[in-house]
């Protein structure tokens, strides 16, 4: 009469859609990704100023080097981001989430290391051979990149942590200790080079202390966030064999993304004049503030994907898909329709030179296009991670990047820095066309129709409308910062109507305003 002892299996905790959460993350989000470019712009200025323009250059070295090696670390990142909002939608899974990060942290934190290390011993090669200078000494420079390694290693696992703690939606958290450290980075770097020495060893130095003590603190907030467990959580082996495919297929994705969105910058800079280029590159600076928007909402949706997807709520899944698809829409499309249109004035109001405006002005409207396209395809991209997948993005960016580089060759003789804005507006049209279908037919079959209407182009045709009307009454007399209110208002109103025009984000609107019913007794 004795039945058999079964193994404990983590239940299901089903839990109601907080859509409260999911508004806070995006709030945190969008404050917390616009401040470190704000810091930033702030702090360029000063640093170049008080460094030289060789010793600039090293940050500016830096900066590739660390955009470069921290796509290796992707894969962990997403592994961890993913599994954590699995396994807390999960019953008795604390112990699991409490190996899993200490797994994933021993290897990337190894990985870190060895990246800190083939740079502090290829310093010399660096400083010597790879990098010139007029007023550097090559030795200067060795010892300078040798800070680097050190800086790079402690840097490294500030988004592994960060990966942690979105998978644990603590993304106010996230935010609110990034503002700060990053305040202690960049301000504190102004200090020291103000009161201690104006050299490049003090900076790096700084860096190096200040991205330790970073990582540190995101470390600490990870394993606070974690439900407690008995015992010490410990490296586990079967956790790594079971995401290791997830990693490097994420790992593959994010090199691969790399090169796509370098691709063309390496070419321009052979195809094009120097001064062309430097146009182009202008435009694209200005462009890209829009993927501030577009990280800020799929980073809020990603988790609660995850979550939907790990409780096999399917008929959830697809509403909130459609919520985060038109969320996206509504902020990148009338953001990108307002900035289009008026790409004249607004690089007038951040140039103030006729000359640029008239060279780069369409090279802007068109990368804004482009990306704009880009960020729609965020979700898409988080409901393949949200399962697991891989593959699809993977695959799709090798065939673009194969197909770029003729394309580019091409409308660049033909049609120079505007032909190349082109072919990344083509290929996002690609992207859309073709991942979305095979998105949805794996993972939300019926829904591409629903998407394509409802969450593309019914924003997209409210976002031009309003955008273009604003263009054709705008005054022809303003001066330069005169056309900052206009700008704002055209942006405004562009907003507005993109936001009436999706139906989930109108009924949250309209329910977020409706006044409170009254209880009677």
């Given amino acids: 009469r004795l039945a058999r002892r079964q193994p404990t299996i983590p ?5 109601a859609p907080d859509m409260n959460l999911v508004r806070r993350n995006l709030v945190a989000n969008l404050v917390g990704s616009a401040y470190t470019p704000l810091v930033t712009l702030v702090c360029v200025p000063i640093y170049k100023g008080m460094l030289g323009t060789e010793a600039w250059g090293l940050v500016g070295f830096f900066v590739t080097l660390y955009a470069v090696v921290a796509q290796f670390g992707t894969g962990l990142n997403q592994a961890l981001n993913r599994e954590l909002s699995r396994l807390s939608a999960l019953g008795n899974a604390s112990r699991q989430m409490r190996d899993t990060v200490r797994s994933l942290e021993l290897v990337y934190w190894l990985l870190a ?3 800190g290390l083939l ?3 290829g310093a010399p090669l660096i400083g010597h051979y790879w990098v010139s200078a007029e007023d550097l000494s090559p030795d200067l420079i060795t010892r300078s990149v040798m800070l680097m390694g050190l800086t790079l290693a402690f840097q490294f696992p500030c988004a592994f942590y960060g990966g942690g703690l979105i998978g644990l939606q603590r993304q106010t958290l996230l935010a609110a200790v990034n503002i700060v450290m990053n305040s202690v980075r960049f301000l504190g770097a102004v200090g020291v080079l103000w009161w201690v020495s104006p050299t490049i060893h003090a900076f790096f130095l700084w860096q190096a202390a200040a991205s ?3 990582a540190v603190v995101l470390a600490v907030c990870v394993w606070r966030s974690l439900p407690r467990a008995d015992g ?10 079971a995401l290791w495919r997830f990693v490097l297929g994420a790992s593959g994705i994010a090199l691969a993304s790399l090169g796509l969105t370098q691709l063309d910058k390496v070419l321009l800079s052979h195809l094009l004049t120097l001064e062309d280029y430097g146009y182009y590159m202008l435009a694209h600076m200005a462009a ?4 501030v928007v577009t990280g800020a909402v799929y980073t809020a949706f990603l988790p609660q994907f995850t979550q939907r997807v790990s409780l096999n709520e399917q008929p959830q899944l697809v509403e909130q898909y459609h919520l985060g698809c038109q969320v996206m829409a509504v902020l990148v499309l009338s953001a990108a329709a307002t900035a289009a249109v008026f790409s004249r004035e607004l690089l007038l109001v951040w140039i103030g030179d006729p000359t640029t405006v008239e060279r780069a002005h369409l090279v802007l409207s068109l990368l804004l296009i482009g990306n704009a396209l880009n960020g729609l395809m965020n979700m898409p991209y988080a409901l393949q991670l949200a399962n697991g997948c891989t593959s699809i993005a993977l695959t799709m960016n090798l065939v673009a990047m ?3 580089m003729p394309l580019i060759v091409v409308m660049t003789i033909f049609l120079g820095p505007v032909g190349a804005a082109c072919v990344w507006v083509l290929l996002n049209v690609f992207y859309m066309l073709v991942g979305t279908h095979i998105t949805h037919r794996r993972f939300l079959p019926g829904q591409s ?4 209407i409802h969450d593309v182009l019914t924003p997209m045709a409210a976002a031009v409308a309003v955008a273009w009307l604003a263009r054709l009454v705008a005054p022809t007399d303003l001066d330069r910062w005169q056309m900052v209110p206009w700008l704002a208002a055209a942006g405004a109103a562009c907003l507005t109507a993109t936001a009436l025009a999706t139906s989930s984000v109108r009924r949250a609107i309209l329910l977020r305003l409706r006044p409170p019913t009254r209880r009677t007794s």
């Fill in 449 to 452: 129709r629903r998407w394509a």
């Fill in 402 to 404: 194969i197909a770029m």
């Fill in 288 to 291: 890209i503030g829009l993927y």
């Fill in 113 to 115: 290391a060895t990246a």
């Fill in 119 to 121: 740079v502090f011993f």
């Fill in 212 to 214: 330790g003590a970073h």
């Fill in 232 to 241: 010490r959580p410990t490296l586990q082996r079967t956790i790594l064999r």
């Fill in 11 to 15: 239940q299901k905790r089903r839990t």
